[in-house]
């Protein structure tokens, strides 16, 4: 299956307003946004865990990455609240559930294969950096292939950024680019080289921002 699978063009996906689509799994729905693969797959995807329900136990070959939208998301390492990010390096294993219902946005298959380093953060407990002028962010992971962070954007703030790839989800709030509004659940991905021009909405808006990603081609599993 290929889904904006096209790097070197910009993806748009308006997720709330897709409907969800069922998983091999009872009561996990799901919202796809970019993919390369069948159910092993190097994947964007916004997945609803309806209360009670559970995956199985898995290894992560690849990778996996997610930050907890709504709800809290639970596995035998703990339970992670709405504003979790957990980076679950490749060779690493858990058996996700959600007792009361959770949603996350998660990555999977997009690790250094060597990168063993586990990461997990309360985002809402941190304190935000100022970068630049009207731009606040909560660092959560950097190395020399990418970037990931939550961005806070005043009211009306205009943002650009030259970059090797670029994608954002909204969180809270709003922001144009491209002569497009994206709002709470839009997703945007800009390809190497397509630089940020965008504008916050009048109540600012809140990102999970990866950057940097994109300087070599994506693969599927098993493709090199």
């Known amino acids: 299956m290929e889904l904006n699978a096209n790097f070197d063009e910009r993806a748009v996906v308006h997720s709330g307003q897709e409907p969800w689509i069922s998983s091999p799994m009872k009561g996990v729905d799901r919202r796809m946004l970019d993919r390369i693969g069948d159910e092993v797959a190097r994947a964007t995807t916004i997945v609803r865990y309806a209360p009670g329900s559970s995956f199985s136990a898995h290894t992560h070959t690849g990778g996996e990455e997610f930050l907890v939208l709504d709800g809290v998301f ?48 309360d ?30 954007w005043e009211a009306g703030q205009s943002v650009s950024a030259s970059h090797k790839g670029f994608e954002a989800l909204v969180l809270e709030g709003s922001f144009t680019e491209g002569g497009e509004n994206f709002v709470k659940e ?9 630089d940020l021009k965008a504008q916050a909405g009048p109540e600012g808006a809140r990102l999970w921002v990866k950057s940097g990603h994109l300087a070599e081609p994506p693969v599927a599993p098993g493709a090199g």
Request: glycine share 6%.
């Open 186 to 194: 839009s997703w945007l991905r800009l390809p190497a080289g397509m």
């Open 123 to 152: 985002t809402k407990a941190q304190k935000p950096q100022r970068v630049s002028e009207g731009v606040v962010e909560i660092p959560l992971f950097e190395d020399a292939r990418e970037r990931v962070r939550i961005e806070i």
């Open 74 to 121: 639970q596995d035998e390492h703990g339970d992670f609240p709405a504003g979790t990010y957990v980076r679950n390096p490749p060779t690493s294993s858990h058996t996700p559930s959600a007792a009361e219902g959770a949603t996350i946005l998660v990555k999977l298959w997009q690790f250094d294969p060597e990168d063993r380093r586990q990461v997990t953060i």
